[in-house]
């Protein structure tokens, strides 16, 4: 037997899928990895649905070799509904973080064109979940990853953004300890709110969007007209500017002067306590916040009101080995099936609603 069960989490982007196995009985109550796969991402629906069973399925197989001897459950069987056994015997809950449009309530998702899922959508949790005989939730992956953040940073009941900078710009919001998704699923989408009268023209239609000036793709294009190589990353493009590039630095500042537009909508809108920098560019780390900071001072100079709000000092990078859409996705597969394993664990609400100690 073992002695507890597990939360699995899945980040499901464009080329990779994660799973991980979490564990949330940990000591300092903190929700650890313990566990983790990575399979490319198969296509369309049936494509989506299919690598997911199977990297929960291989991530269950990983985990029964370390529990060698103390399962119930041959690691090949099958249930008497055909799913297979061993996922459904360590795992209490499945959560998923999805790029797209995600209704959270009904576990479906539409619009992922990077999936190859369009306006027909994909009842995610209802198929995943018959095929594993275990509860599936779903999630936007910037909700998802926001969740992951606050748990990691163990904020608790706080009021929180992560504002994610990857191929597109996108903010989770957290308040009082729980997402704020919006009736339409679009709070947080300030990636398309126009920052720039004058920019490029956006996917979504309109210029000068957020997204299309600072997000990863954006970096990318901007840097390689002048560089001449071909699709530089934000990393390369620091790289340069510490290394004493004029262009460089230039353009590393109006893309810091940018997120710095973004962070500023996100505290002027919600009044957030802290602002959490992740996705595929806040693997810069520190010298990024540092970048994004030193704009949201400039931009305060001028500005008691701005001054006085001190942007700056709620400003913070998710750390780089965490897989925050991960685990912030299994985090939501807690209630109810963890509680009903281990009542007796206080930080198992505290996750979400915020009772960790400090
Ligand atoms: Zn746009």
Same mark, same amino acid.
């Given at each position: 037997m073992i002695e507890r069960k597990l939360?699995?989490?899945?980040?499901?982007?464009?080329?990779?899928v994660l799973a991980v196995a979490v564990d949330t009985g940990t000591p300092d109550g903190r929700a650890r990895v313990v566990e983790s796969v990575r399979l490319n991402t198969g296509l369309g629906p049936e494509g989506v649905v299919d690598t997911a069973a199977r990297a929960l399925t291989a991530l269950a197989r990983k985990l029964a070799a370390r529990f060698d001897g103390r399962l119930d459950a041959d690691p090949d069987g099958r249930l008497d509904n055909g799913a297979p056994a061993l996922p459904r015997q360590l795992f209490s809950g499945v959560g998923i973080g999805i790029p797209g449009l995600v209704d959270a309530a009904r576990g479906r998702i539409t619009h992922a064109v990077n999936l190859g899922v369009g306006p027909g959508g994909l009842a995610l949790a209802e198929l995943l979940g018959r095929r594993l005989d275990l509860p599936v939730v779903v999630e936007n992956d910037v909700n998802a990853a926001a969740l992951g953040a606050a748990s990691h940073l163990r904020l608790g009941r706080v009021d929180m953004a992560y504002l994610s900078i990857g191929t597109g710009i996108a903010a989770g919001i957290v308040l009082d300890g729980e997402l704020r998704?919006?009736?339409?699923?679009?709070?947080g989408e300030i990636g398309h709110i126009p920052v720039d009268s004058a920019g490029p023209l956006c996917s979504c239609g309109q210029r000068g969007c957020l997204e299309s000036v600072a997000s990863?793709?954006?970096?990318?294009?901007?840097?390689?007209?002048?560089?001449?190589?071909?699709?530089?990353s934000g990393q390369d493009l620091f790289d340069a500017a510490a !290394?004493?590039? /004029? +262009? %460089?630095?230039?353009?590393?500042?109006?893309? !810091?002067?940018? /997120? +710095? %537009?973004?962070?500023?909508?996100?505290a002027l809108t919600v009044d957030v306590d802290l602002i959490v920098l992740g996705g595929g560019v806040a693997e810069i780390g520190e010298p990024l916040r540092h970048a994004v900071a030193k704009a949201l001072d400039r931009q305060a100079a001028g500005s008691d009101f701005l001054r006085g709000l001190d942007l700056a000092a709620r400003l913070t990078v998710v750390p780089r080995d965490q897989p925050v859409a991960a685990i912030g996705a299994a985090l939501l597969a807690i209630d109810p099936p963890l509680s009903q394993i281990d009542p007796d664990a206080e930080l198992v609400p505290g996750v979400l609603a915020g009772d960790l100690p400090a």
């Amino acid at each position: 037997m073992i002695e507890r069960k597990l939360l699995a989490g899945l980040d499901i982007g464009g080329s990779k899928v994660l799973a991980v196995a979490v564990d949330t009985g940990t000591p300092d109550g903190r929700a650890r990895v313990v566990e983790s796969v990575r399979l490319n991402t198969g296509l369309g629906p049936e494509g989506v649905v299919d690598t997911a069973a199977r990297a929960l399925t291989a991530l269950a197989r990983k985990l029964a070799a370390r529990f060698d001897g103390r399962l119930d459950a041959d690691p090949d069987g099958r249930l008497d509904n055909g799913a297979p056994a061993l996922p459904r015997q360590l795992f209490s809950g499945v959560g998923i973080g999805i790029p797209g449009l995600v209704d959270a309530a009904r576990g479906r998702i539409t619009h992922a064109v990077n999936l190859g899922v369009g306006p027909g959508g994909l009842a995610l949790a209802e198929l995943l979940g018959r095929r594993l005989d275990l509860p599936v939730v779903v999630e936007n992956d910037v909700n998802a990853a926001a969740l992951g953040a606050a748990s990691h940073l163990r904020l608790g009941r706080v009021d929180m953004a992560y504002l994610s900078i990857g191929t597109g710009i996108a903010a989770g919001i957290v308040l009082d300890g729980e997402l704020r998704r919006g009736p339409h699923n679009a709070a947080g989408e300030i990636g398309h709110i126009p920052v720039d009268s004058a920019g490029p023209l956006c996917s979504c239609g309109q210029r000068g969007c957020l997204e299309s000036v600072a997000s990863g793709s954006a970096i990318a294009a901007r840097w390689s007209t002048r560089e001449g190589s071909d699709l530089p990353s934000g990393q390369d493009l620091f790289d340069a500017a510490a !290394a004493g590039d /004029l +262009a %460089a630095r230039a353009l590393r500042d109006e893309v !810091a002067d940018s /997120l +710095a %537009a973004g962070v500023r909508m996100l505290a002027l809108t919600v009044d957030v306590d802290l602002i959490v920098l992740g996705g595929g560019v806040a693997e810069i780390g520190e010298p990024l916040r540092h970048a994004v900071a030193k704009a949201l001072d400039r931009q305060a100079a001028g500005s008691d009101f701005l001054r006085g709000l001190d942007l700056a000092a709620r400003l913070t990078v998710v750390p780089r080995d965490q897989p925050v859409a991960a685990i912030g996705a299994a985090l939501l597969a807690i209630d109810p099936p963890l509680s009903q394993i281990d009542p007796d664990a206080e930080l198992v609400p505290g996750v979400l609603a915020g009772d960790l100690p400090a």
